[in-house]
């Protein structure tokens, strides 16, 4: 193939900033998993559905297997490594936990993001827009109702703090 | 999923993007959200040489509103235009905007983006024909303003030259006794609508219709504009009868085909419900009532 030359993406990713040379059609969520070694977002569907791959750029959810890694060049990026701090689970983690609001844990990460953001904006969402803000993310084993109780709590849980 | 390797090219202003789809020829390509052109690359169903990524544009995102227009940047995010002032006072605008794909997409995709992509089942485009619209675009030989109408030739085809671009969305405010409501029927949030609805009318009094405009999304090439079924209105009192009459030739104004997203006659069938709710509740804005309007899907 035409040597397409490979171009820095530098990003900072939890905090930190990390760089790498990529080839340009390195999708963000390959170059977080194998560049960066950040493997806690999941590659689902790989077709802009499933939302396994959500992680907040620049504090928006992003699908990352629908960017290219120089498109999030010099942004802010949180990936569900970035949630808990000095090993103590986020709120948002906690409630999953407590709720039982995964089962097999794939599309997990991305609902976790998914959460933080619409808890960011909206510290008290009702139902329609906790089920709103979770329509671009597909858990196929727990039937959601675990994961709307689970958002529900860590809004309680914020609201106390 | 990898798309085929590609150059990337990252331009500073529209000129040097202009410029350099002018030098990396016709298979380059304009990167701005990406949200319909990266899928298609991962699927190999696009395989640009060339990507000049205008994400990197200063100034290309803004919403501004001044005298009886508002102008959105090409850039401006589906959130973005969401959470604008600009579609608090147009309640058609908050619909679409609101309602694209889901929270992810939202955040990423451009309404230029949407419009250039000239897809069939796009959102914008049945939105923005129901209101008065146009485009201002940058060339080589600077810029000139196209009506949507004439910007959208066909399925994925505008009337951009290859080394044109979008820069702003330019909506001209509706009167104070009109009101709107953009519906799209999907099978769940992330995907194109199975059908759309979009009108825009203006009342004269509690129900005589000064104006309408009534578009189609996903029933044709591209987005359709009904003008028998404006007919059946425009000028008379809207009741009962004469919104069966509207919605019947909005039925017959439809071009659907069968996929996978339903048969063509069940698509005729949405039309036409669509269309009814749709006119119900740009009737009721037009007086002034908040009416709340959301996509139909399953599980919303």
């Not at chain 1, 194998?34 to 992680?55: F, M």
Request: glycine content about 8%; overall charge neutral.
């Amino acid at each position: 193939m035409l040597g397409v030359e490979k171009i820095a993406v530098r990003v900072r990713v939890n905090g930190e900033l990390r760089e790498a040379q990529v080839e340009p059609r390195t999708l963000l969520v390959d170059f977080l998993r194998e560049n960066l070694n950040l493997t806690g977002t999941h590659i689902g569907c790989d077709t802009t559905y499933c939302g396994a791959c959500t992680v907040l750029l620049n504090g928006r959810t992003v699908k990352s297997c629908t960017l290219f890694a120089p498109m999030a060049d010099g942004g802010e990026i949180t990936t569900v490594e970035g949630l808990s701090t000095d090993g103590a689970l986020n709120p948002v983690q906690h409630a999953f936990a407590e709720c039982h609001g995964l089962q097999c844990g794939y599309c997990t990460p991305g609902l976790l993001l998914s959460t933080v953001h619409l808890l960011n904006k909206n510290a008290k969402p009702t139902d329609k827009q906790i089920r709103k803000a979770i329509a671009g993310n597909t858990c196929r084993c727990t039937g959601y109702q675990n994961i709307l109780k689970a958002i529900r709590m860590a809004s309680d849980e914020m609201e106390k703090r | 999923m990898y798309a085929h390797p590609f150059s990337y090219h990252r331009a500073k202003s529209l000129a040097e993007a202009s410029k350099l789809l002018q030098q990396l020829g016709d298979e380059s390509r304009v990167l701005a959200g990406g949200q319909s052109l990266i899928p298609l690359m991962k699927m190999r169903m696009a395989r640009p040489t060339a990507l000049i990524d205008i994400n990197f544009v200063p100034g290309l995102s803004d919403i501004q509103s001044h005298n009886g227009e508002l102008r959105f940047g090409a850039l401006a995010r589906h959130t973005d235009i969401e959470m604008s002032d600009a579609a608090a006072a147009i309640p058609i605008l908050h619909d679409c905007a609101a309602g694209i794909a889901d929270v992810q997409v939202r955040n990423q995709g451009t309404i230029g983006g949407s419009l250039a992509e000239a897809d069939p089942s796009g959102d914008w485009g049945a939105t923005l024909l129901a209101l008065e619209t146009s485009l201002q675009c940058a060339g080589p030989q600077g810029e000139r303003s196209i009506k949507l109408e004439e910007f959208i030739k066909d399925a994925y085809t505008t009337a951009l030259a290859h080394d044109e671009l979008v820069r702003e969305i330019i909506v001209k405010k509706p009167p104070r006794n009109s009101g709107g409501a953009y519906l799209a029927f999907k099978r769940s949030a992330p995907v194109y609508a199975t059908v759309s609805a979009g009108v825009q009318v203006t009342l004269d009094g509690k129900d005589i219709c000064k104006d309408i405009r009534v578009v189609l999304g996903s029933v044709g090439l591209t987005a359709i504009h009904a003008t028998r079924a404006e007919d059946e209105l425009r000028g008379k009192k809207i009741d009962g009868k004469a919104i069966q009459r509207a919605a019947e030739a909005a039925r017959e104004a439809a071009e659907p085909q069968s996929d996978m997203r339903g048969s063509a006659d069940y698509k005729r069938m949405l039309v036409a419900a669509l269309v009814k709710r749709a006119l119900g509740i740009a009737m009721r804005r037009a007086r002034g009532e908040r009416v709340e309007a959301e996509h139909e899907y399953v599980g919303r």
